[in-house]
């Protein structure tokens, strides 16, 4: 390997799998290959939905030693969750897992303290059950000393250091996103004690370096630094979304649809709160404006219903299906929880006197019409609320697999679609350790590495923009 190439590791933990990717950086080249994958399965025991933690713990492990000598390692995961530790820094118990049923009935609670318009203008947070903020005032903290985050807690037992990736923080909930850092005056009306947070990093900080225990176990020489990096996925996702210039949307795809803008400022008044619009932190001072959408989880619970059927052969077979035969709210609320995907779904078009879908091929077209109709209404409310206009639809992630799903969302926005990269997480995070030391010179220019080393495809809108508004107004009961 040329002297000017050098390796990052990027654990990359996702609600379903986790895995640790190679990105080899050089000058005018950037290589991504898979060194390990591994399951996330959350277990429920009789206190609730737990993440086995320890699990994916010894999963990073493996993957250190399958990825071989790396110059720096980086850490992302989902939001929200988290670990609590004691007085000598060990762990209270399997971190709680954000589809738990703990937090029903919280946020009223929160509201009677905070009202709703007051919580959000101070934090800019969209309302979801399972904020962070929810889950601490439910929570048992008797006994806890420090909080981590679920990449901050892995990068702990890496380096023992402790720390709070800023992009994840800006999920609990009790971040303000104009001063970029804790509100205290929230904290302190609900009862949350900021001081179980270690001190906050920014991506690209040092997190550590690699524990002596740690580099003989996955065979690593040190010294091996930690990078914190875009911890929360989204965060290095978007990092990792090709565009050029500032008129361009973003789906992150995968288990849950993240579209939205990339800002330079929150978007914090009450027409915004009302829509569901979340502003969470991303790199170099810009803001995630964006709607959580249910997401391909709609699709991957049927598809564990049926009993794992070819998507080679599901997805053909869907798209031969009439289109916009009935289609689901795909951000509802009922859609949550595990279990019985296809049953809800047909409940959910019989409630609202549309046909209702038998088939596996009808159900999922049914997902992937919503799914597309979603990321319409959401790219649409986006640029009305922010006054921004965009051009084009980046779609990033795994739904960048699905030409079907990138196609309707073409169709559904109006606008073109451009899909790619698949592995959109890992890639920002790779990017963030190479521009911390030195390989790539700021976001724009990752961005351009990352469109002329990765591969992308370009869906025009087909078809009458005319039938996604009546599906639109059908859903909204118009």
């Not at 737990?50 to 999963?59: A, E, F, K, P, Q």
């Not at 279990?339 to 779904?345: A, V």
Request: hydrophobic letters at 40%; aromatic letters at 6%; proline letters at 6%.
């Amino acid at each position: 390997m040329s002297a000017s190439v050098k390796s990052y590791a990027a654990v990359d933990l996702g609600a379903s799998s986790g895995r640790v990717m190679v990105g080899r950086v050089g000058p005018d080249s950037l290589e991504l290959s898979e060194a390990h994958r591994f399951v996330n399965r959350p277990v429920r025991v009789p206190e609730g939905l737990r993440w086995d933690i320890l699990s994916l713990y010894g999963g990073v492990l493996d993957g250190l030693r399958a990825a071989g000598q790396v110059d720096s390692v980086g850490i992302d995961s989902w939001a929200v969750d988290y670990g609590l530790l004691d007085a000598d820094g060990a762990l209270l118990g399997n971190p709680v897992h954000y589809r738990d049923s703990r937090t029903e009935g919280v946020a009223q609670k929160v509201w009677a303290t905070v009202p709703a318009p007051e919580l959000y203008a101070a934090t800019g947070l969209q309302y979801a059950p399972f904020n962070t903020l929810y889950q601490l005032v439910a929570d048992r903290l008797s006994g806890a000393q420090r909080l981590l985050l679920i990449p901050d807690l892995l990068t702990y037992w890496l380096t023992g250091e402790q720390g709070t990736e800023l992009t994840n923080a800006s999920t609990t909930q009790l971040i303000d996103p104009r001063t970029r850092a804790w509100s205290y005056d929230i904290a302190e009306r609900v009862g949350i004690d900021l001081e179980l947070f270690a001190p906050l990093r920014q991506p690209g900080d040092p997190a550590g370096l690699l524990r002596p225990e740690v580099l003989e176990e996955t065979g690593l020489r040190g010294p091996v630094p930690v990078t914190a990096v875009g911890s929360h996925d989204t965060a290095s996702a978007v990092a990792a979304v090709p565009a050029s210039g500032e008129r361009f949307a973003y789906i992150c795809t995968g288990t849950w649809s993240l579209a939205g803008l990339e800002l330079d400022a929150p978007v914090l008044t009450e027409e915004s709160r009302a829509a569901n619009f979340t502003n969470e932190l991303g790199l170099d001072g810009t803001v995630r404006y964006l709607r959580n959408i249910m997401g391909l989880w709609l699709l991957q619970e049927c598809v564990r219903a049926w009993g794992d059927p070819d998507l080679g052969e599901l997805l053909p077979a869907a798209a031969k299906v009439p289109a916009l035969r009935s289609v689901v709210d795909a951000g509802d609320a009922m859609f949550l929880a595990p279990g019985r995907m296809p049953e809800r779904i047909a409940e959910a078009c019989r409630a609202s006197g549309q046909p209702v879908p038998v088939s596996p091929a009808e159900v999922t077209r049914c997902i992937l019409d919503s799914l597309a109709l979603a990321h319409r209404k959401a790219v649409d409310d986006a640029q009305r609320l922010a006054g921004h206009p965009v051009d084009v639809v980046h779609v990033v992630g795994g739904g960048t697999r699905n030409a079907l799903l990138c196609q309707l969302t073409a169709d559904a926005c109006g606008l073109p679609v451009v899909a790619g990269p698949t592995e959109a997480a890992a890639l920002g995070n790779v990017l963030v350790q190479a521009r911390a030391h030195g390989l790539v010179s700021d976001l724009a220019g990752g961005r351009e590495l990352l469109t002329r080393t990765q591969p992308l495809t370009r869906y025009e809108p087909q078809g009458d923009s005319a039938r996604w508004r009546e599906a639109q107004a059908r859903l909204a009961g118009d």
